[in-house]
């Protein structure tokens, strides 16, 4: 079926480096995509958003890009921080599956003092 | 913010028995609820959906009877895991929506249920 994956599972990088993290998505149809942060124990914390008519959106310190042509979503992380450390999931949404997301497979990142 | 709160945190239960996980939408009313298990060092998977006053949808594979959603009101839902084995020992996270766009999602904090 349809799904959203991630190519690495396991990111290392150094603190106050940029950090990118990748997602495949496989549904065409997808028209809504979120990246969240999940640290031990916890639920997932939205970090931002990009909608299928855009293809960059920037917030504090990360920005997500989409490219629809090679259905690749990325996060990147400016001056990544200890406190970044986490796992962290793409997800997409889409109108003909009632908006639910569906949930890529996490990629942890790991920040080196 | 959105906020929603998962009780329990973490429970431990004996074989056998059953366990309620509440999900609460504490400022605003959520149209839609959802339920994901997640296993260690895996995603999310959607368990169900649940609108207020009616009956959740459960996802292929999961079984309805053993795994209870009531949504009784726009700010609560409730899990029941009934007759708990060891193999339903995962982390549990409900998710709260507000209207019917693709906006809006809140997740909880999460459940480490614990079945010995």
């Known amino acids: 079926g349809e799904s959203v994956g991630l190519h690495l599972p396991t990111l290392s990088v150094q603190e106050g480096d940029n950090s990118i993290i990748n997602c495949a998505y496989s549904?065409?149809?997808?028209?809504?995509f979120i990246w969240y942060k999940q640290e031990s124990g916890k639920g997932p914390q939205f970090i931002i958003d990009?909608?299928?008519?855009?293809d960059k959106r920037q917030g504090q310190r990360v920005t997500v890009l989409l490219n629809k042509t090679v259905k690749h979503l990325s996060l990147q992380i400016a001056a990544t921080q200890p406190g970044d450390s986490a796992v962290y999931f793409c997800?997409?949404?889409?109108?003909?599956?009632?908006?639910?997301?569906?949930f890529g497979g996490g990629t942890r990142l790991m920040v080196k003092p | 913010g959105a906020v929603v709160s998962q009780h329990p945190s973490w429970v431990i239960c004996k074989s056998g028995t059953s366990v309620k996980i509440e999900c609460r939408s504490l400022?605003?009313?959520?149209?839609?609820m959802f339920w994901y298990r997640q296993f260690p060092k895996q995603s999310l998977m959607l368990m169900a959906t649940?609108?207020?006053?009616?009956?959740?949808?459960?996802e292929q594979g999961v079984e309805k009877d053993k795994f209870l959603i009531n949504h009784a009101s726009l700010t609560l839902s409730t899990l029941t895991v009934t007759s708990a084995h060891p193999e339903d020992s995962s982390f549990y996270i409900c998710?709260?929506?507000?209207?019917?766009?693709?906006?809006?999602?809140?997740f909880g904090s999460g459940t480490r249920l614990t079945v010995v």
């Open positions: 400022d605003f009313q959520a149209t839609t």
């Open positions: 549904n065409s149809a997808s028209d809504y």
């Open positions: 990009i909608r299928s008519n855009m």
């Open positions: 998710s709260a929506k507000q209207g019917a766009g693709p906006y809006g999602y809140t």
């Open positions: 649940s609108n207020e006053g009616s009956k959740a949808t459960y």
């Open positions: 997800a997409e949404s889409y109108l003909s599956a009632g908006n639910m997301l569906t």
